[in-house]
């Protein structure tokens, strides 16, 4: 009877087969033992009717793509690739073919299941070369492709990636930005990649990046909700946890590096680089980071990492700082990371190398170089031969990376434009990860034309933090300042002394508070003070301050809510809440997209143009995009009409363009300290008052969203609230009129 109505189709009525399945596959009627109220009782019933098979949720996609377009931010055109990407053939550098039917078995990874992180790190030291990890899978692409990049490219090539690559360090493919973005913006399950990659390649160790008491949020979480998340990870496939903390802080490093050791991963203690070790006059001395140093190895990580997330590591500098610690920790393997935004990396990597590093960062030839990693022939090419001989087979790496060459060009509206180096980074230090972001952000907040200016109001917003540690989630704050500062034409002494009425973005207040942990040195005053007009303000690690996370709540919450939960959604959930939410929305409209090929996940086919969706393996669709229909002027509505394995097929689609209406709002006047302006351009999430409201000087009025920063819009002083303009989703521009104030 299932089976039938599986394949039962009928035209407008949407109720009864979903209420048929719910009904044949209850428990209760399946025993026999139903009372003549169990469908008035039994709301569950009612729970599937009108959703949407797999081929109609896919159609209700396409549609809304063909109709208004890529929906995914950061995008900008279409895909210059067209075609069908190439999976190479891989052979050695004698021409030998290798046979990539099945994922190769030998590999770094044998060492931490059979014997354990500690054997691991004993073989690594015992190693004679440098060995290489290869970004590709997430760093790579975070840095130059906005973290945009899918699951299904990684798994074409997982196969030949096994053989290729099976003397490598490890394959760093997780955690970071990839866990939210993959929800957020890719419509995807981050451990669903995990899983998939995991089952792909067998003997290759994973990494990830863990950012110590946060995991992979922004800011600090209660100790469990790591301890947890680790748990996880670990049992899912990560293999390596590369844990830092954005301000070097040992207390919330130390969280991050007891998760890991509890979950039994390979625990890579790292400590981040910032500005020039070699300039006497710098915060951040040599002396600083042997200190840094010891107090890691004593936490027990099995690895001592050095991040050098800006890539302002120069080769002198790399041969003193990794020479020192080679001899300091003869047992201790090291590993570093850099970005090549100056263009030095291979030459500091190199240096590295041959000062006695244990690994290096490197990433595919194709989307390396500029905010990425080195590339990856470049630095085996350069140590070939010599006693840091990588391992790796330099003709398969080239054959690895035409395929990457293709995907590049697929991804092409995620590209920042970058043209080459920029030794500019020694002065400003935007990392890697955050540089193609921030020249995005800028653009959309109508910066594009002033980004040498916010180049320069990040210099001075970093001075003004008092010349912090720059690494998610701090590079955040000092970008999210920077932007503010230029947004509102304010200079570093306008910032200082306006500090008691200006309302800083979320993130800088929540820096303050010190949600981040403490910065070496201590924070800024009195701007601190100014800026937090009374808020809390914590002198030790927040997650002291946080209850423990009910894990067992959010799992029965989730489960009442989805029908179901994983204790992956679970750790999903408490990471990220609303993008969690959003993701499972997202999914229940549109169904599984990962199934759906890249270019037609990005853009629109041509009319009649022919292409495949393999829904599981033997259930393919034959799509045809044949016509969109006009625009309804009573609904604003088009219909999409599609073949589908040779039946038409229409979807209705709202036309968002025809919705769109060009509301031009008043601006407010700086000079009147009762009108209320938006600080920057952004969309308003949500507003804290209501007309006729009375309100205190510095009260919340309403909170603005632009590009994952927040800012909290206060009243200027005490009065009442008179003419809001604005509403929850409106978007505004930069000094838009939000409300007036009238003064006590």
Known sequence: MLRALVEF????????????????????????????????????????????????KLLSYLGDLAVNGSQIKGQVGEPKFKGDIIIPEISTNDHTKVDTSKPCKTGWRNIIVEEGPEAFAKAVRANKGCLIMDTTWRDAHQSLLATRVRTVEMLNIAKETSHALSNAWALECWGGATFDVAMRFLY???????????????????QMLLRGANGVAYSSLPDNAIYHFCEQAKKHGVDIFRVFDALNDVDQLEVGIKAVLKAGGVCEGTMCYSGDMLNPKKKYNFEYYMDLADKIVKLGAHVLGVKDMAGVLKPRAATKLIGALREKYPDVPIHVHTHDSAGTGVASMVACAQAGADAVDAATDSLSGMTSQPSIGAIVASLEGSDQDTGLDHHALRLIDSYWAQVRLLYSPFEAGLTGPDPEVYEHEIPGGQLTNLIFQASQQGLGEKWALTKKAYEEANDLLGDIVKVTPTSKVVGDLAQFMVSNGLSYDDTIQKAEQLDFPSSVLEFFEGLMGQ????????????????????????????????IDKVRKELKEKWGGASETDVASHIMYPKVFEDYKKWTAKYGDLSVLPTRFFLSKPEINEEFHVELEKGKVLILKLLAIGPLSEQTGQREVFYEMNGEVRQVTVEDQHAAVENVQRPKA???????????????????????????????????????????????????????????????VDSQDLICKITKD
């Not at 300290?673 to 009025?701: C, F, H, L, N, Y």
């Open 188 to 206: 995807e399950d981050p451990w669903d990649r995990l899983k998939k990659m995991r089952k792909a390649v067998p003997n290759i160790p994973f």
């Open 669 to 731: 006047d700086p000079n009147d300290s009762s009108e209320i302006g938006s600080p920057m351009a952004g969309v308003v999430v949500e507003i804290r008052v209501k007309d006729g409201a009375e309100v205190k000087k510095g009260d919340p009025i309403a909170v603005l969203s632009a590009m994952k920063m927040e800012m909290v819009i206060s009243a200027s002083h005490s009065g009442k609230v008179k003419n809001l303009g604005v509403k929850e989703g409106d978007s």
């Open 9 to 56: 189709r009928i035209r407008g009525v949407k109720t009864n087969i979903p209420f048929l399945a719910s009904l044949l596959t209850h428990p209760t009627f399946i025993e026999g033992t139903c009372w003549t109220t169990f469908i008035d009782d039994t709301p569950e019933l009612f729970a599937l009717i009108g959703s949407q098979n797999r081929a109609q």
């Open 519 to 550: 910065p070496y040195g201590g924070f800024p005053e009195p701007l601190r003070t100014q800026a937090l007009r009374g808020r809390r303000k914590m002198d030790k690690r927040p997650g002291l301050y946080l209850d423990p996370i009910d």
